[in-house]
């Protein structure tokens, strides 16, 4: 099992709950600021969405991030993290029905 250690934190937190831990993290943390998906840049190449940060870099979340309920964006550079306002309902994964073709009939 993988363990990692973060040095802010006396905890340690182990891959398989790492999600469920990190979410109680955030919910004792301070957030930056609370930001729309509207306000949000779209990489559909890396499915990414990206918001400036304060020094300098920007705050990432993914597309699947979002599908997943996650609301948290980072800063890769800085601690400072926000939270992402948006509705969940937008971003729930679509199951695809497959729907055969209507073929003519010839007799």
Known sequence: MLNVVL???????????????????????????????EDFEYDPETETYRYPCPCGDKFEITKFDLESGHDVAECPSCSLIVR?????????????????????LTC
């Open 7 to 37: 040095p802010w934190l006396d905890t340690i937190l182990y891959v398989p709950n790492s999600r469920l831990e990190l979410r109680f993290f955030y919910k004792m943390s301070v957030f930056h600021d609370e930001v729309e998906i």
């Open 84 to 104: 992402v306002i948006y509705d969940p309902e937008m971003f729930a994964k679509m199951e695809s029905v497959h729907v055969p073709s209507a073929q003519t």
